[in-house]
């Protein structure tokens, strides 16, 4: 059984992660709106990749027997000024997540739950992942600067991902 404690940090995890979910969303479709579409590729399968992290949560609340909670998800912002600010956006977002999954791994110490710390161990070295390909897209994104060329070469680099 999940402690209390425990059982309700994990289901603020699930909401965050579906937060993340719904803001690359909402950067996808900016991009979308913006003719950027192998930029907004890459936020898709990132939001579907996120959607996939708060159904971890969701399925480990129930093997423990714990009871799944859904709280009310933020509307994320509608629009960024450019490529480089919504990446901008994205390793900060990332870097806050890397703090909760922390947060998460010292509660589960904290409560002497082994099972829950093994279990973030998979998102602790996800996280490295995760802010690694934010901050060289956003490494990128610095050096094109002004050039169209390099945007739309990036873009096309990033209708890739699969
Ligand atoms: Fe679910 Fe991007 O961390």
Redesign the pocket.
């Known amino acids: 059984m999940l402690s209390k404690k425990m059982e309700e940090a994990l289901n603020k995890q699930v909401n965050a ?1 579906l937060f ?1 979910s719904y803001l690359y969303l909402a950067m996808a479709a900016d991009f979308e709106a913006k003719n950027l579409p192998g930029i907004a590729h890459w936020l898709a399968l990132q939001a579907k990749e ?1 959607n996939g ?1 708060a159904m971890k949560f969701y399925g480990y609340i129930a093997d423990r027997r714990g009871r799944v909670t859904l709280a009310a998800i933020a509307a994320p912002p509608a629009e960024w000024a450019t490529p480089l600010a919504a990446f901008e956006a994205v390793l900060a977002h ?1 870097q806050k ?1 890397t703090g909760l999954i922390n947060g998460l791994v010292e509660l589960a110490a904290k409560e002497k739950d082994n099972a829950t710390g093994v279990m973030l161990q998979w998102f602790v070295t ?2 490295v992942e ?1 802010e690694k390909s934010a901050d060289y897209i956003v490494a990128q994104l610095r050096m094109i600067g002004e050039s169209a060329h390099g945007l739309i070469m990036l873009d096309r680099a990033l209708a890739q991902r699969s």
């Open positions: 992660e993340s996120e992290h990332e997540v996800e996280q995760e």
